[in-house]
C-alpha cells in the first residue's frame, strides 16, 4: 500500500515556474514507477510525465516535453515535477500515481495508487 501527498501548486503568472512534489509512504519506493497526470475543468484527467522505480527513465506528454522534468529522490521517498515557461492552458489539479512495479508508462489505468491532487492556476 502507498499513499501519495502532492504539495507545490498554486497561482502563478504565465511564463512563471512551480515545482510539485508528490511524498509517498512505504519502505520500497523504487520499486514503483511514478507519474504525474492533469484534468482540467470539463476534461478528461491527462498524462503529463512518468519516471521510473530507480528514476533512469522518464516519458513526457508532448505539451510537457521542453519545460517540465520530472524528478525523484528515493531516499525521500518523493517526486518532484518541475515546470516552467507556464501558460494558461497548463492550469488543471495536478495529480500523482504509483503503479506498482518500477517499470514507467503513459497508461492512466496501470497506476494502482493516487494522491488527493494540487490545484495549479496559470494566469495570462
Known amino acids: 500500500q502507498v499513499q501519495l501527498v502532492e504539495s507545490g501548486g498554486g497561482l502563478v503568472q504565465a511564463g512563471g515556474s512551480l515545482r510539485l512534489s508528490c511524498a509517498a509512504s512505504?519502505?520500497?519506493?523504487?520499486?514503483?514507477?511514478v507519474g504525474w497526470f492533469r484534468q482540467a475543468p470539463g476534461k478528461e484527467r491527462e498524462f503529463v510525465a512518468c519516471?521510473?522505480?530507480?528514476?533512469?527513465?522518464?516519458d513526457y506528454a508532448d505539451s510537457a516535453k521542453g519545460r517540465f522534468t520530472i524528478s525523484r529522490d528515493n531516499a525521500k521517498n518523493t517526486v518532484y515535477l518541475q515546470m516552467n515557461s507556464l501558460k494558461p492552458e497548463d492550469t488543471a489539479v495536478y495529480y500523482c500515481?504509483?503503479?506498482?512495479?518500477?517499470?514507467?508508462?503513459?497508461?492512466?489505468?496501470?497506476?494502482?495508487?493516487w494522491g488527493q491532487g494540487t490545484q495549479v492556476t496559470v494566469s495570462s
Open positions: 512505504g519502505r520500497t519506493f523504487s520499486s514503483y514507477a
Open positions: 500515481a504509483a503503479k506498482t512495479g518500477p517499470i514507467a508508462t503513459p497508461l492512466l489505468p496501470r497506476y494502482d495508487y
Open positions: 519516471i521510473s522505480g530507480r528514476g533512469g527513465s522518464t
